[in-house]
């Protein structure tokens, strides 16, 4: 287990890293962070392993049951669960022989966040 700890923020509390874009220009460092979020989701493998894992029973699941769905090797999934731990978006442990993943919250607010509509008779 890691030694470091995470703090979940709630939803309401996702706001504070970044507004909507309808409301305000996004900063610099949070354009680089989402950006490199997106990107890692632009690929549809890493998208449907991102539902794959948020969907599993118990809210993680093992990547030796994310491999089947796929018409790519092993190695070629490791990758991409790589890409979508680099950019933020899963965490993972490993037990034994086999590593677990798990969609962090508080990455799925930020976006939320960001991307959120204004209310209706609001600006189009």
Known sequence: MSNSELVVLAPED???CCS???REPL???DAVDLARMFKALSDPVRLRLLS???SHDGGEACVCDLTGPFDVSQPTIS???KVLREAG???SERRGTWVYYW????ALARLSALLEA???GGPR
């Open 118 to 120: 204004p209310a209706a």
């Open 14 to 16: 996702a706001a504070v």
């Open 103 to 106: 969609v962090l919250p508080v």
């Open 20 to 22: 909507p874009l309808v």
């Open 27 to 29: 900063g610099e460092a």
């Open 79 to 81: 990758h991409h669960l």
């Open 52 to 54: 794959l894992i948020a």
């Open 89 to 91: 978006l899963v965490g």
